[in-house]
């Protein structure tokens, strides 16, 4: 928790690459709950923030997967990563 109030502090949650490797560090972890509050409160996204939180819920949660998938559609456009992190999902429905 520490690192990600260090980049409130910072104000580096507002640059992607920071916010990018810390949503990815939390997946890692399996801490998708401190994934998602970094997430809520950065204000500039990309496909591949959106990415991190679909592939991070897909382990620990695939429902909100879907979640995030169609916060996304709002959003952005899709790409390939997407893609594939949504057959990940459809796997996961159907175990």
Do not use: P
Not at 19 to 32: F, K, P, Q, R, W
Not at 36 to 45: A, N, P, Q, S
């Amino acid at each position: 928790m520490q690192i990600n109030q260090m980049a409130n502090k910072f104000s580096y949650n507002n640059d992607l690459f920071i916010v990018n490797a810390l949503l990815n560090m939390y997946d890692e972890i399996g801490s998708s709950v401190l994934a998602r509050k970094l997430f809520d409160i950065t204000t500039v996204r990309d496909a591949v923030s959106w990415n991190s939180m679909i592939c991070a819920y897909i382990e620990h949660g695939f429902y909100e997967a879907i979640d995030v998938f169609n916060r996304m559609q709002e959003e952005i456009s899709l790409d390939e990563r997407t893609i594939v992190a949504l057959l990940s999902v459809c796997l996961c429905v159907e175990s």
